[in-house]
Nanobody, 123 residues
């Protein structure tokens, strides 16, 4: 299975931006659809965005569409999440995840997970 390590989280004011990265190793990165999920305190983990191995299929949660951009660089084995116009409700631990085959919005379909990176948005 592929191993995943997220980075780029931090503290930012509302309206600001952050870019998360997810470095993959131990597998063929271009074989996987990649997703971002997040978990806020006291809440279940939720889908944020997913991208197909070829970057030609992308889905976003309604809550982030138009503000977040998912992308990947298969040559660098890295997944990204550009987050703009951040809101306090975006505060959460953000996880990247990998699955073989088709893209999915369902957490249970992803077999590999990173450890997460904290994003805190102050008002």
């Amino acid at each position: 299975q592929v191993q995943l390590v997220e980075s780029g989280g931090g503290l930012v004011q509302a309206g600001g931006s952050l870019k998360l990265s997810c470095a993959a190793s131990g597998g063929t990165f271009s074989n996987y659809a990649m997703g971002w999920f997040r978990q806020a305190p006291g809440k279940a983990r939720e889908f944020v965005a997913v991208i197909r191995w070829s970057s030609d299929v992308i889905y976003y949660a309604d809550s982030v569409r138009g503000r977040f951009t998912i992308s990947r660089d298969n040559a660098k084995n890295t997944l990204y999440l550009q987050m703009d116009n951040l809101k306090p409700e975006d505060t959460a631990v953000y996880y990247c995840a990998a699955k073989s085959g088709l893209v999915s919005r369902t957490e249970a379909n992803f077999g590999s997970w990173g450890q997460g990176t904290q994003v805190t948005v102050s008002s």
